[in-house]
């Protein structure tokens, strides 16, 4: 550790006016300003998901707008860091990229990394490490929307090894967050298939051996005959079994905000004394979990393999076979 020195966001960034920036301010930039196409601009949907950066969900500013903010401009290898919100999301735009830049939302601000201390994707990771997010959230104003300011941004420590460590870890971690996006888009077109069949076979009734089937009336329109309609009741169990965490015993609660589209959050773990009173449901593998708040949100999600110390929350329907 003896090449490892202390520096500040000031101390690694870029000689340039504009290395460490905010968005723009007030009502310089807002919904009235996006159109369909011209300089995108990176709002919280593009960090904290899978990978680095996310194209996806993107809005636009013409470039006539983004001409007139180059003070809040963000550009390939930039590292993005959420000011206001979700204090914490991190992200690095990559290099090769669809689009020469980028302006900031308002509640994001960026840090164009001097190359020659320090390797852009290395802080990006060490801002993404538990002492840099601990300090992050400490620093974190809490009047109002959360946020942290520019001048606090540019005062936080980071441990750096030598340039060339920097180069070596950031590949090692790059090459392996690859992967994982990679197996992602993956499970993505998987997805995709288990939909197509899933709509040709039982929406569509276009299954194996389906042109001899005979189409009969139901409740819910033509199905084929032999098909049965039964309530949900029937066919699974419904919140058949719960309990109340003891107050001696971590738990880890599973809610709404753990939840999107067949997607799951691993809850984080919580002193039982601490648990909400909702917390009730008692999970186990195989379970389906679905939201019975804002169901418009379609949150439900298949548990695979929770641990014995899941709970989850009232506010959500659990259901397994019978």
């Known amino acids: 550790m003896s090449e490892w020195r202390e520096v500040s966001i000031d101390d690694i960034a870029a000689p340039d006016r504009y290395a460490v920036v905010g968005g723009p301010f007030g009502s310089a930039l807002g919904r009235n300003d996006y159109v369909s196409e ?41 590292v993005v860091v959420t000011q206001r919100g979700t204090v914490g999301q991190i992200g690095r ?8 830049r980028y302006l900031l939302s308002q509640s994001q601000m960026k840090l164009t990394v001097d190359s020659s201390q320090a390797n852009a994707r290395f802080i990006y990771y060490a801002l993404l490490a538990p002492g840099a997010q601990q300090s992050l959230h400490g620093s974190t104003m809490s009047a109002g929307v ?29 090459a392996i967050d690859d992967l994982i996006e990679n197996n992602r888009r993956r499970i993505e077109l998987l997805e995709q298939v288990a939909q197509a069949i899933y709509r ?15 189409i009969v009336d139901s409740p819910l329109g033509p199905i084929p005959e032999g098909w049965r309609v039964k309530p949900l009741g029937e066919v699974a169990n419904i919140n058949v079994e719960s309990r109340r965490p003891a107050p001696d015993k ?9 939840l999107g589209d067949r997607q799951l959050a691993t809850p984080s773990q919580i002193p039982g004394e601490e648990a909400p009173a909702r ?19 379609r949150a439900h999600a298949l548990l695979v393999d929770p641990a014995d110390d899941w709970i989850a929350s009232t506010g959500l329907i659990v259901l397994f076979r019978c």
């Open 38 to 78: 011209g300089v995108p601009v990176i709002r919280g949907a593009q960090l904290g998901g899978p990978g680095a950066f996310s194209h996806d969900e993107l809005v636009f500013v013409a470039e006539e707008k983004a001409d007139r903010h180059l003070g809040n401009l963000a550009y390939p290898g930039d």
């Open 93 to 100: 735009i990559p290099n090769d990229g669809p689009y020469p």
């Open 146 to 174: 959360p946020h942290i300011n520019l001048a606090t941004f540019r005062e936080l420590k980071l441990g750096l090894p030598s340039l060339s460590t920097q180069r070596s870890v950031a590949e090692v971690l790059g």
């Open 200 to 214: 040709e076979w039982f929406v569509h009734f276009r299954y194996p051996g389906h042109e001899n089937a005979i």
């Open 250 to 258: 971590a738990i880890r609660y599973l809610d709404i905000s753990g």
């Open 279 to 297: 917390a009730r449901r008692v999970v186990h593998p195989g379970d389906i979990v679905w939201s019975m708040v804002r169901p418009s949100r």
